[in-house]
């Protein structure tokens, strides 16, 4: 059943016509006229409506916009490549920033094509109260500073005291949650991970996991990452979100889901993430990246390429100079084998769990020559990143719903728009406007063509841009038209509690 909250005959601002139209939420997948007016969607009918201006989308599918929960690509340039993914909300809910106010300011003042927001981030929090280091800084400082062995220790109770306050701080400030990267600091204490736990669900927040070392990967782990990231949920009650579940558990992915199953099953909330891709992208000083730790993932340093240089490490040596030279230096980590159908299982299972949502995990792009340009467009050869952060959700399209046909089209657009706004809307009202395609909703849309929506970006050609999107909408304002970016457009707007 397709309702219209106004008359046929009302003018909207635009319409789109005669497309495909899809709502996750309720299921709707019917032919319909879709009417936006001043930034919110003001019909869906079955009928003709009237606009003042009109968009014949004829044999295309309009769909909400992708909502990328974990998304460390926060200028424009990433945006851009994102919103050519179908990305109309892109989140930092992983890595986070502290102080997050900061991060909303920057942005309000420079714009962003795309919606954008952050959780509270335990890392940089941590990098202060335990290393020493300033606060602050952004997504660039906390890279910089993520294989710093200052901040990785165990805290005493005067220091997680005062953790625990820059991240209350933070929360007050409008952060999404509490996002906590254990696995770069693998050593720390379970009860540690537990306080920041609590404070989250006290906050009526979700905590958003890197998790650390699982037991088969290395026996003298504090505690199974995954078996954390379970305790937690089941003894606080906090939503604990497992973060790219397919990247941390490799070969261990089958028993990580049941355990989540297991703790769901006895009402524990934990929801899980995962990314199409078997390489990861990463500081390459991050303490799984040490060569003495590589084997726990299955890796040899020859598995790695460093980003500034696109150079493949040859041994262990080389690793540890770029460790010491550049400990903040984006490289890609090849932790399965696409190729490889039973590697490959891995990533499928994961991503095709019931509890799954999309997330990209969208980086930042290095600039091998010269300052960044972060207006440039389109990206220079010398910007280069993870192909994820051009091409995760078209991936899942070609991959999931059109090769394989393991998906179907409402369900993959559901798990890349309105799963994730199910799983915010508790704690961030804003998300119940999102994710669905209704009358009342945010007018952030995107129309597609089914048939050819492909990524294009590569290991080689990182910045490619995908392609099949014919128009992306952001609060009503065209990001992307007729199949071409919109340089001048900067509709994004914050996202906060």
């Keep these: 059943m397709m309702r219209s909250a106004v008359p046929p005959t009302r003018t909207h601002d635009l319409v789109l016509r005669g497309g495909r139209v899809l709502d996750p939420e309720t299921g709707l997948d019917a032919t319909a006229d879709v ?120 805290a005493d109770a005067r220091q997680v005291d005062a953790l625990l306050e820059l991240l209350r701080l933070d929360l007050a400030a409008g952060a999404l949650g509490i996002g906590v990267v254990v696995g770069y600091a693998p050593l720390i204490k379970p ?85 199409p891709y078997g390489a990861g992208m990463t500081a390459i000083g991050a303490a799984f990246l040490a060569p003495e730790q590589l084997g726990a993932a299955g890796l040899t340093a020859t598995d790695i390429v460093y980003a500034p240089t696109g150079e493949r490490v040859t041994d262990d040596k080389r690793l540890r100079e770029l460790r010491a030279s550049d400990p903040g230096g984006l490289a890609i980590a090849h932790f399965l084998d696409e190729n490889d159908p039973h590697e490959r299982g891995f990533i499928d299972r994961a991503l095709l769990h019931s509890s799954t949502v999309i997330g990209s995990d969208a980086m930042p792009l290095v600039w091998t020559k010269g300052p960044a340009d972060p207006m440039a467009w389109p990206p220079p050869p010398e910007a280069i990143t993870h192909p994820r952060t051009a091409g995760t959700y078209s991936k899942v399209l070609r991959r ?44 952030d849309l995107i129309v ?16 490619r841009p995908s392609t099949g999107y014919a128009h992306v909408l952001v609060g009503g304002v065209p990001v992307v038209q007729d199949g071409v970016l919109c340089l001048d457009a900067l509709p994004g707007k914050p996202v906060r509690t």
């Design 35 to 154: 009417g936006v007016t001043a930034g919110t969607i003001t019909a869906v009918s079955p009928q003709p409506l009237t606009g003042l201006r009109t968009l014949d989308v004829t044999g295309l599918v309009v769909a909400p916009g992708f909502i990328d929960m974990h998304s460390h690509s926060h200028d424009v340039i990433g945006h851009r490549l994102q919103a050519l993914d179908g990305v109309t909300t892109a989140l930092d809910l992983e890595a986070g920033l502290s102080p997050v106010d900061e991060g909303y300011r920057q942005a309000a003042a420079e714009g962003r094509p795309l919606n954008y927001g952050f959780s509270a981030s335990w890392c940089q929090a941590r990098m202060t109260v335990v290393g020493g280091l300033p606060h602050g800084g952004g997504i660039a400082a906390g890279l910089r500073n993520l294989g710093n062995p200052s901040w990785q220790h165990e």
């Design 191 to 275: 009860e540690e991970y537990l306080a920041v736990s609590r404070l989250a669900a006290t906050a009526g927040v979700a905590t958003y996991t890197h998790a650390r070392h699982l037991v088969e990967q290395v026996a003298g782990t504090p505690i199974d990452g995954a078996e954390e990231i379970a305790r937690a949920a089941a003894e606080t009650g906090v939503h604990a979100h497992y973060c790219h579940v397919n990247s941390t558990s490799l070969s261990h992915t089958d028993r990580v889901l049941r355990l989540m199953d297991g703790v769901r099953a006895e009402g524990g909330r934990i929801s899980t993430e995962a990314y």
């Design 400 to 443: 999931y719903v059109r090769e394989l046909g393991a998906l179907s089209l409402v369900e993959a657009v559901g798990r890349s728009s309105f799963e994730p706004a199910r799983l915010l809307q508790d704690s961030v009202p804003a998300m119940r406007r999102k994710g669905r395609l209704q009358a009342g909703c945010d007018a």
């Design 448 to 463: 597609f063509d089914p048939d050819t929506v492909t990524d294009q970006a590569t290991y080689e050609h990182s910045t």
